[in-house]
């Protein structure tokens, strides 16, 4: 034991300088080496649940995000969306839902566009939406107005039985996770803490250094 201190000690009498300086130095380097820039982004995000009008394209979430990813399909359905399209992220929570996720430089910027995508989504929805409301509502005026014979009665009260139910059950699309933006910092480290690193390393490399022997002596023994 006595011999490990003694030997401790002669070593960090020995090189207490060179190590003092290796630290300064690892030090000075962390606080002159360069960290780049901070690179704080924010996502908005929002889903919406589908319509329910009888489309297979706008009324299912894994096809309506399949052409909305691609691009000749995203411009046919959303015309007057201008948005940086690589950074939207489209996903399919369930059959019925689909959820938007843009990221950009700034909150501002990432509501704005995220906003234009889902009005313009909507508005969208809501005219197909509309064209088969109508659709069934003058099939209905039309049967209720046309006259039938007795034997057809039945048929006729069944078939606007059937069409009056359908149309109960017609729904647009709707939001229903509200806009939202959520920042996510990537902040870089500061030069006091690169610095206070550096010197950290020193120390510790300056430790081994120092009782490195011991272990080649325990090594040997």
């Not at 691609?70 to 689909?98: G, H």
């Amino acid at each position: 034991m006595k011999f490990g201190l003694s030997l401790i000690t002669a070593r960090l009498k020995r090189y207490i300088l060179s190590l003092l300086i290796l630290s300064i130095l690892l030090g000075a380097i962390g606080w002159f080496a360069p960290a780049g820039k901070d690179n704080t982004t924010v996502k908005a995000e929002a889903t919406i649940l589908l319509g329910n009008y009888e489309n297979e394209y706008l009324n299912n979430s894994e096809v309506i995000a399949s052409l909305l990813r691609n691009e000749t399909t995203f411009k046919e359905y959303l015309p007057d969306v201008e948005i940086d399209r690589k950074q939207l992220l489209i996903s399919t929570d369930t059959p019925k839902k689909i959820s938007f996720a843009l990221t950009a430089s700034n909150e501002q910027e990432a509501l704005n566009s995220l906003s234009e995508l889902v009005t313009a989504f909507l508005e969208m929805d809501q005219r197909y939406y509309q064209e088969k409301d109508e659709i069934i509502s003058e099939s209905i005026n039309q049967l209720q107005e046309k006259t039938v014979s007795e034997e057809l009665v039945v048929e006729q009260q069944r078939f606007l039985y059937e069409l009056k139910t359908k149309e109960l059950t017609l729904q647009p699309a709707m939001l229903v996770k509200d806009i939202m933006a959520i920042k996510a910092d990537n902040r870089v480290v500061s030069q006091q803490d690169r610095a206070l690193m550096g010197v950290m390393i020193g120390i510790m490399l300056s430790c081994l250094w120092i009782i490195y022997p011991l272990f080649l002596k325990s090594e040997s023994d």
